[in-house]
């Protein structure tokens, strides 16, 4: 009996030694893992990078020359976002600071006034002409048409034709180019630069678009715009192809498949007509007089 307490006590004692152990190296790894893990971080953080500085105090509206730049090492967390690398040089020289900087201060996109988008003028090709049309939510594919897409424009008509009504719809002009969307001139996929001046810019409401025409072309829109509606259709980017689109009318049996009917036939049935002779023997007239009819 007493060795068996004595055994057991052993045991017991031996159990605890191997846990004590365990726990002892399990503790030292997990610090240690740890450790290294805060000074990755703390690595990260503050490892120096090289970026461009002011190499004296310099003024607004002063065209940055690479006289004008230093390199210097700055803590990763402390680089300012949009700050040039020295590889950068090139786009960080020849434009004018919109802020006064300081010696030793690094220099950053929006501290530079970048080049304008090109006018619109200076974007039209020879003999073209810029017309801008009313579009809404719809008929701009929920604001997803952007400069540079081509459309077909179709108009739509509505026509009273005696009791009845007409709804005409017939192509118009084919790959047309949209030089502008509201005021925007250029895609809003903003570039990388672009985008460390204010972040993208999500919004694509407008209610006009300007189109690249022909001066014939801007007649026949002129003459739409007051006839009925223009409905843009978006082309895919490699789709060039010309389409065989013809006019669609429906609503009134008046509506025949060019459109409506003629002058002369809406005429003939609204009622008839007598031809009258006016005039003498040596030069008659003739002159023909519709009435309702019976």
């Not at 065209?63 to 230093?70: G, H, K, P, T, Y």
């Not at 952007?146 to 009273?160: Q, W, Y």
């Amino acid at each position: 009996m007493g060795m068996f307490r004595f055994n057991y006590s052993m045991l017991l004692l031996l159990v605890a030694l191997v846990c004590g152990a365990l726990a002892f190296v399990g503790a030292r790894r997990y610090l240690a893992e740890s450790t290294a893990a805060v000074r990755q971080s703390w690595e990260q953080r503050y490892s120096p990078v090289p970026v461009l500085v002011a190499a004296r105090d310099l003024p607004a509206g002063r065209s940055v020359q690479v006289a004008d730049l230093a390199r210097r090492s700055v803590p990763a967390a402390f680089v300012p976002r949009g700050a040039f690398r020295p590889e950068d040089i090139a786009r960080a020289t020849g434009k004018p600071l919109l802020v006064p900087l300081g010696a030793g201060e690094p220099v950053v996109v929006t501290q530079l006034l970048q080049q304008a988008d090109p006018t619109l003028a200076a974007r039209l090709r020879g003999g073209a002409r810029a017309v801008t049309v009313p579009v809404d939510e719809v008929s701009s594919q929920a604001g997803l048409v952007r400069p540079g897409d081509h459309i077909d424009l179709m108009l739509a008509e509505e026509r009273t034709e005696g009791n009845g009504r007409c709804v005409l719809v017939r192509p118009l002009l084919e790959t047309v180019k949209v030089l502008a969307t509201g005021q925007r001139q250029s895609d809003p996929s903003r570039s990388a630069e672009a985008a460390l001046r204010g972040g993208a810019d999500e919004s694509v409401d407008y209610s006009t678009i300007t189109l690249d025409v022909t001066p014939e072309q801007a007649q026949q829109l002129a003459i739409a715009l007051r006839i009925g509606e223009l409905i843009p259709m978006l082309r895919g980017e490699s789709d060039v192809h010309p389409t065989q689109l013809s006019s669609r009318a429906s609503g009134s049996s008046a509506c025949t498949s060019v459109g409506v009917k003629t002058v002369e036939a809406r005429r003939q049935a609204r009622g008839h007509s007598i031809e009258v002779m006016v005039g003498g023997d040596a030069a008659p007239t003739k002159a023909r007089h519709w009435f309702p009819g019976g």
